[in-house]
């Protein structure tokens, strides 16, 4: 079982930057975390995933203004976001793989991020 907590979300100026965080609790080993976004009437999108081993991938409309990044020491994941727009606006949610034998996929609650002026 792995426990999932994001933080770092808020209300930021067209330009701005965030940084959120997830927390990972439990006994589990964690593979591969990604970030999820969710806006109002859309599905739920990847923003951005990282293997265990650091190997980081982002969606067309992050790349160059995101930042994906772990500690596994901590069991933290981290999403620096610069030159944010209006159309980041949405929920982020974290997502993780882990398991013993059979990995499961963990979702946190979400962490609102508005951007506007």
């Known amino acids: 079982q792995v426990q999932l907590v994001e933080s770092g979300g808020g209300l930021v100026q067209p330009g701005g930057s965030l940084r959120l965080s997830c927390a990972a609790s439990?006994?589990?080993?964690?593979?591969?975390m990604g970030w999820y976004r969710q806006a109002p009437g859309k599905q739920r999108e990847l923003v951005a995933d990282?293997?265990?081993?650091?190997?980081?991938d982002y969606s067309d409309s992050v790349k160059g203004r995101f930042s994906i990044s772990r500690d596994n020491a901590k069991n933290t994941m981290y999403l620096q976001m610069n030159s944010l727009k209006p159309e980041d606006t949405a929920v982020y949610y974290c997502?993780?793989?882990?398991?013993?034998?059979?990995?499961?996929?963990?979702w946190g609650t979400g962490t609102q991020v508005t951007v506007s002026s």
């Open positions: 990282i293997t265990r081993g650091g190997t980081a």
């Open positions: 439990g006994s589990d080993l964690i593979y591969n």
């Open positions: 997502n993780a793989m882990a398991g013993r034998i059979t990995t499961f996929s963990y």
